[in-house]
């Protein structure tokens, strides 16, 4: 299938949902013939080009989706003055904005089941896990740990009854690469785990997959584990590293 040709957006409405979460709203004429229901599924923003080089590239994931247009939520790692290019144009854009916007690439669902299920991330990967939430079935059984900068980042998400919510605050984030699989670890009876779905920054990321794939022995069929972001480092250079690092494993 061909891919699609980059649409411009507009935006639509402009919120902050949390301390350090911001949404951007976007429809428009480049809604006309995007495809329905992406919700989870991922969108690249194309920013200022320069003069020599290519576009500037950014990756977010489609929260919702409405006949409104797509809801984006963007994670701020800092001040609005130390945010990457996208982050730092969405929380300035103002109604009526436009923005080229290419995709839809597609979601990372969970299988099908009761699990239980271990779903495991930053606050980069929060829409992605606040979708896969909305669509286990009532009966699902599991633990999501979920890593922000600040108490005031909680959401309220809507989950089964039987998933417990594990957050965790780390101002600076992704600067302890640890927090994460050591909350893994304390997770009971992770043998008994249906699938693992991890998303986060890069360097957890790999304390993740070792305990996971490697000490835990979960297949492909059993985890889905990726890295979103690097820190201290833009998407290009990270997309460099993570190619590097899943030859190195394969």
Known sequence: MARAEPQIFEVVDSTRLTLNMHRLTLGGTGLEGFPCDQRGGYIKFMLSKPKIGKAVVRTYTIRNQSERGLDVDFAMHGTPAESGPATK????ARIGDKIMVGGPGPAKPMPDGRGPFLLVGDMTALPAISV??????DNATGHAIILIRNEADKQNLTKPANVKIQWLVEEDLG?????????????PNVDDLAYAWVACEFEAMKQLRQYLRVEQNLGKERLYISSYWKHGMVEDDHKIV???????IT
């Open 89 to 92: 144009w969405a929380i300035t």
């Open 132 to 137: 896969n939430l909305e669509d286990l079935p």
């Open 175 to 187: 600067a302890n690469s640890a927090l994460l699989a050591e909350a893994a670890r304390s997770v």
């Open 242 to 248: 993570k190619r590097v690092d899943a030859e190195a």
